[in-house]
């Protein structure tokens, strides 16, 4: 599953056998657009995650979309983290 709500329209959600659509990321047009892509591994997710003082899994973002939100989620509870970048999280995530 890439998706865990289908609520994205990204390309890859938005191709079907009827529509000869370009599923390619309109960001950085390495990829495929994904929602895991579009959140997470798109150089501009990244770097507006770099900015925001978001850490990274020490291992680096997943191409799973769940362990990636799992990630973020985790983030959220800790105390280590200012409060400040914990509330940013969600509305990082919307914005993107
Ligand atoms: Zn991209």
Known sequence: MDDVSGALAVADRLRSPDI???VSCKL???HSETTCHVLFGCRAAEDMLRCANIPNPSSGFSTMLEENLSFMLDLIEKRA???DTRLAIPWLLWNI
């Open 28 to 30: 950085c047009q390495h």
């Open 20 to 22: 000869n659509l370009d």
């Open 81 to 83: 983290i200012s409060e």
